[in-house]
Structure formats: C-alpha cells, structure tokens
C-alpha cells in the first residue's frame, strides 16, 4: 500500500480557510504566464498594479502582474463566472456560481474576508460594483433579475447584506442572468443586457440611491441588436456598446441607433473613452467615434475569450485561446499606430556597380512630414553593420537610395523608422546577392585506387583570392559508423598549397573547402580515393611444395582434402568470393565461384574435398566485391592465386 503525505503548510492552509493561496515573487525570473481552462472573469486593479482572472472550471482566480506573468492564486471559488473591484481597488468581488455566493477576497493577498450566501439555485453569475455596492444578475433562461450586496450593512442591525429581486422593470423583467458594466467616471449608473430566447433586452440603471431606477429601458424585438452577448457603458457620453459594434443612445429612456464601429464581437472600454474590440482573430484599438483602428494585435487562431483594459489606459490585458485553454497576454502601447514600411532592393547586383533601393512607409494614423529613415547595409566586411545616409520620405510616403556595394555575397540593407509620438518604431529590410569573383580550387588524386593502410597525401591548390587564404580539409570515410571528419585548417603556403595525408583503410571522399571572402566567391572541390581490403590465403594439408615449370604448387596427395584459410579486413555482415579454377588442356576453367562469411576475427576457412585422382591442377583465390561481399567501404580487391596440385 502507498502512503500519501500532506505538509504542515498545507494542512494549515485547508484547515484556517477554504480557499488555498499560493504566492510567488512578482519579477521572477521563471513566473510562469496566468493561464485558465475556462475563463471566469477578468478585471485590472490599478491601485495595486495586478490583473485578475477567474478559471470557471478549476475554480480558482489568478493574479498577474502588468507583464501577464503569475503571481498568485486562489482556490475554493465554485464555478467563478464573474469578477468586480471595489472603487479603491482593495477588495476583489467573485461570483461563485457553483456554491451560490459572493465572495470577497482582500485584492492585495487573496484572502477571503467574507462569503456572502445568495438565496437561489441560479446564480450569482455576472458581477460588478457601483454605487458602493456589489450587484449581480442571476436567473435562467425564462426568468432573471438583479441582486445587491452592501458590505458596509450592519446584520445585526437588521439591515439586508444581500438583496434580491431588484431589477426595476419586473414585467416582463430579464430572461436570464444578465450581463452588467460599469464607468469609473458614472459610479452610480449600471448597464444591464441579455439576450433572450425571441428577444434582447437592455437597461441603463441607476444605483446611487437606495432603490435602482430605471434610466433607459429596451425590451422585446430585435430592432437595434440581434443577439446581445456584450455591453459596456461609453465613457463621457450617454451611450452603450453593444457587441462591440453598435453604438446606442439612451435618452427619454429610450435607445437609438448612434454609430457604429466596424464588425466585432466584444468590447471594453478605457476611463479615456478607447475602445478595445474583438474581431475574429485580432484585438482593434479605436479612438472614440473613428472607423479605422489605431492599432491593431493579432491573437492567433483561437482568438480572444476577454480583455479588460488598465486603469490608466496604458494597455489591455487579452485571454488568448491556445487551444487547450487560454493565456493571459498583456498588449502595450494601444494608442501607437503600427506603421507598415516596405524594402525593395535587386534580387541581384554586381559588386563594385551603383544599385537603387524604394520603399515606402505608410500607417492608418497620419506620419509627420519629412519623416527620415535609418538605413544600414551588412556585409561581409560590415558584418555588424555600416550606416549610410538617412533618407527622407516623400509626401506620399515613398523613398528611393543609391548604394555601391564594396562586397560581394549576400548584402543586407535595413530601413527603420525610429516612432513619434503617435506611431511605433518598425523596420524592414531586404536581401541582395551580389556577384564575387569564383576562385581556382583543385584537390588531387580523385578516382585513384590504394592499398588498405596506404598513407596517402592528398594537396589542395588555392588560385588568386581578395583576402582569405584559409583552406579546410575534411575527410569522409565510406559507411555511417564513420563520421564527416575535418582534418586541417590553414593557410596555404605561398605557392597556394595546403596539404594533409589521409590513412586509405575505406573508400574516402577527401573535400578542399574554401569559404569565401568578400570578393571571392566560397567554392569546394572534392577527390574520391579508393581503398582496397588486406588479403592474404594460408593453405595447409599439403605434403610438399614444389615447381611446376615457373610456378609454385602446393603438392596434396589425392585423397587428401586441402584446407584454405583467407584473412580478410573485417567488417561486420562482409564475405569473401572463394573462385575455384581448373587447369585442362593448356588453359584455365572456372569451377565456380562463392561467396562465405567472414568470422569475427576475419577469417573464413574452406575445405576442398580432394578429387581421388592423380594429376589434377587446381587454383583458388579470395576476393573482395564491392557492393556483392555485404559492403561497399572499399574497392573491389583481388587475392593472390594458390596452385594446388594432386599427386599419387
């Protein structure tokens, strides 16, 4: 049986507070991005710099700091589906859907000051403050209304904390948990919206006395919004958002078409009137009123699932799907346009010939005029850079430069905008090759054949060059046990040679590698040499040698079998050819030929057995086949021929 164990700290934790905290330093060097499964909510504090999102289905809420990366964590929030902040950014607000409550969390630790009960099986489900309370919609889809709580409500007062059925249309009312939003510059007003199964509904409320009154009210058809899944009230004006698109004015408690922004989904709103949207895949950045964006982020493909801005407008914190879940991301400089700058520079050039360089720089946001770009050319000889002139852009953003390029190779040629005030830096840059010189490079002995073991030198040549003399040497065995090896490195001698010996045990491509220089063009040549096997044949049975008009014969009586032992250079799976002839008749005829295995040690022995008949000349000899003995490491090789000759 395995035994489970549980630290002192965590069993403090479980027993002092149902929610455990885990903390960790702001800054580190390996925080780790907030990252939900379901989204539960998001919301800024500015007061302490951190950013809050809830994860429905962990029933946790994390805090980031303004890089997006985790600083703490919260658990034992049930299905939290909303978060809010109160006016001084102290106390966080959670509406945990699954055990029915509101929970308040001190924002600067996470720890729960007090869980609020909320008398229904359908909610809490969205939250906000305003007006010194928290409000929350809750409902299903036949039927929904608005809830308060007051933390300042004395109970033993007999005061109500938390507060039900306050929504102030009671019929027909809300179908289902409603969405609400709130303006830091209107603390007393509430934006209320839902989307009903025949119908969308949408309330401007105001909550700054003791009874919510309605300010505007929208109900029954689809005339302005089809489908409400989002709504935020527009700073400095008497509108909402809807979607993220439409805008509309209440007033006479009534709403009216008032503008539009291009399609999106979902919105938020900066105190400054900035409005971040969602649409698709990328988060737009719009300046009150306008219809193009000042700025505009691409989220990837799974898109956006929240954003909520900072405070003081300096950025917006984005959910990015990742496909499994989604990541807290934190967008900076909203309100700098991104420029788009071109570079167009030959596919080619020569070295040493002037070359022209257009462009243009454009943005959606107005550039200043006679705005400069930086331009650099990299090189070969400027490997780090060289700046030339800055060019001035023309009134309809173009540019052109000249250029001579002192290099050849690939030259790069850089353009950058530094920003204003309005705009980011960008930069752009374009490749161009430009011709060198190709250098004399030779290398000797290709295709020639050596023995196995032969030391062999082999010399490279080296033609006139710009500045580099430097020549490598690698030697690359035949066989994938043997690896690409470079043998030397150096200058050639003043007669423009470099040379290596290469030990011939395998068939060999030996490479002479020049790199280059910046008027000289890299060129590598290679030489393949061919190494034979070591053979050799010891026989043995024999009862003599002796001459047979000029040749040695191995003499065996006739009944005798002659056992021929080859020793081969070994390689693993390689064979010997064993070629058997017989001589008749003033001439030599093959008696076949076959191929055997080489033993570990490289020797394969073979026993004729004897012809019982006087007067037999025979010759045998072992061979190495390229390709057809189980390998092609070396060059086909050919052992020496034993005369065998039976006697009486």
Do not use: C
Not at 164 to 172: A, H, R, V
Not at 347 to 363: N, Q
Not at 610 to 619: E, K, L, N
């Amino acid at each position: 049986m395995r035994t489970r164990s549980i630290s002192t700290a965590t069993a403090l934790a479980v027993l002092f507070s149902s929610a455990a905290l885990t903390v960790t330093a702001a800054g580190s060097a390996s925080a780790a991005s907030a990252a939900v499964a379901s989204p539960g909510g998001i919301v800024a504090d500015g007061a302490l710099h951190r950013v809050f999102v809830g994860d429905r289905s962990a029933g946790k809420i994390l805090a980031a700091d303004y890089t997006g990366a985790l600083v703490g964590s919260v658990s034992g929030i049930s299905r939290v589906s909303g978060l809010a902040l109160s006016d001084d950014g102290a106390t966080l607000y959670a509406a945990a859907e699954g055990s029915h409550e509101i929970v308040a969390l001190d924002a600067a630790t996470l720890h729960v000051k007090a869980r609020y009960r909320v008398a229904t099986d359908t909610g809490p489900r969205h939250v906000a403050f305003a007006g010194g309370k928290v409000w929350f919609t809750y409902g299903d889809q036949w039927d929904g209304d608005l809830g308060s709580v007051d933390p300042e409500a004395d109970p033993a007062s007999g005061a109500d904390v938390v507060t039900l059925g306050l929504f102030p249309e009671s019929s027909p009312g809300l179908w289902g948990p409603a969405l609400l939003d709130t303006d830091p510059s209107e603390p007393g007003l509430l934006a209320v919206a839902q989307s009903g199964l025949s119908s969308d509904s949408m309330a401007v409320v105001d909550v700054s006395g003791t009874t919510p009154q309605l300010t505007a009210w929208h109900h029954g058809d689809y005339t302005l919004n089809s489908g409400i899944r989002d709504i935020d009230l527009v700073p400095g004006t008497s509108q909402v958002l809807v979607n993220g698109t439409q805008r509309d004015a209440y007033a006479d408690g009534d709403f009216t078409a008032a503008g539009a922004y291009p399609s999106g989904q979902q919105a938020d709103i900066s105190p400054s009137g900035l409005v971040a949207q969602v649409s698709g895949t990328n988060v737009a950045v719009y300046r009150p009123g306008a219809t193009k964006p000042v700025r505009t982020y691409a989220m990837g493909a799974s898109g956006t699932a929240a954003l909520t801005w900072a405070p003081d407008s300096s950025r917006i914190f984005a959910l990015a799907g990742t496909g499994s879940g989604y990541t807290l991301k934190a967008l900076t400089g909203p309100t700098l346009n991104v420029p788009s700058l071109t570079v167009n520079a030959p596919s080619t050039a020569t070295r040493g010939k002037r070359l022209t360089v257009t462009g243009k720089l454009s943005a959606t946001v107005p550039l200043p005029s006679g705005v400069k770009l930086k331009v650099t050319r990299t090189d070969l000889e400027s490997p780090n850079g060289k700046a030339l002139p800055a060019v001035t852009v023309k009134a309809d953003g173009s540019y052109t430069f000249t250029d001579t390029p002192p290099a050849g190779g690939t030259v790069t040629y850089k353009v950058a905008y530094a920003g204003d005030t309005q705009h980011t830096a960008v930069s752009a840059s374009d490749k161009v090759a430009v011709s060198r010189t190709a250098p004399a490079l030779t290398l000797n002995n290709n295709r020639k054949v050596y023995d196995y073991g032969k030391h062999v030198s082999f010399t490279a040549h080296l033609g006139t060059t710009y500045k580099n003399r430097t020549v490598e040497i690698w030697a690359d065995p035949y066989g994938g046990d043997k690896p690409n090896k470079l043998l030397k490195t150096a200058k050639v001698n003043s007669k423009g040679n470099i040379s290596v010996t290469v030990d011939m045990t395998r068939n060999t491509v030996v490479a002479a590698v020049f790199k280059g220089d910046a008027r000289t063009a890299p060129k590598t040549v290679k030489s393949t040499a061919y190494a034979k096997v070591r053979i050799s044949t010891a026989v043995t049975k024999h009862y003599k040698t002796g001459k047979i008009g000029s040749t040695s014969y191995y003499w065996f009586h006739k009944k005798t079998d002659p056992v021929l032992t080859t020793t081969m250079t070994y390689y693993k799976g390689r064979e010997q050819r064993f070629d058997l002839q017989v001589y008749s008749g003033g001439k030599w005829y093959s008696a076949g030929s076959e191929y055997f295995l080489l033993a570990g040690n490289g020797k394969s022995a073979i026993r004729l057995e004897a012809p019982g008949v006087s007067g037999i000349r025979a010759r045998m000899r072992s061979v190495y086949v390229k390709g057809s003995s189980g390998d092609s490491l070396n060059s086909t090789t050919y052992g020496p021929w034993k005369y065998l000759y039976f006697s009486n």
